[in-house]
């Protein structure tokens, strides 16, 4: 059975109530839903985009695009950056021991001793170049830290684009 792309990232719980927004009954009662009709969620699934709800006649299941949330929290973060985009959890815990390795090389955030002088940004990004250069050869891990490459590359930047928005 195919249908929308799952809305992954949320899951009702049971018990939530929602409101069909698209509605296919056609007054046979036979449980199909209404427009605008409130129902329970029993079980939500949204790695698979299904819910199941009660309805008239029993327990359907349907994709989960077909319902809204009741009352649902209201969050004006249309215009913010969408931070669940950035980075997957592995990119963010390879940067994270890089900048534990260099913490244990060169002491917490030495980095920002640098500040905004310009001779220091240029050696940052030789690093980082450095580190690009050698992953695009085809060495993808650090000798030094057995860190990937693209990681140190990324911590770089990281702390030019500190440094350059203090």
Known sequence: MSGPKPKIGFRWSPGTIVVCTSGTDDGTGDGMLLY???????????????????????????FDDRFKQLNAPVKFDDNKPRMDLVLGIRGIEHVGQV????AKKYGDLNWRKGGNDLAFKGRMLAACLRHLIKHARGVKID???????VAHAISNLLMILDLENE
Not at 143 to 149: A, F, N, T, Y
């Open 143 to 149: 000798e030094e830290s057995g860190l990937p490459h």
């Open 36 to 62: 605008g009709e409130q129902y329970v969620v029993d079980n939500h699934n949204p790695e698979s985009g299904f819910v199941t709800v009660k309805t008239s006649v029993g327990l359907r299941t349907y």
């Open 99 to 102: 900048f534990t390795h260099g």
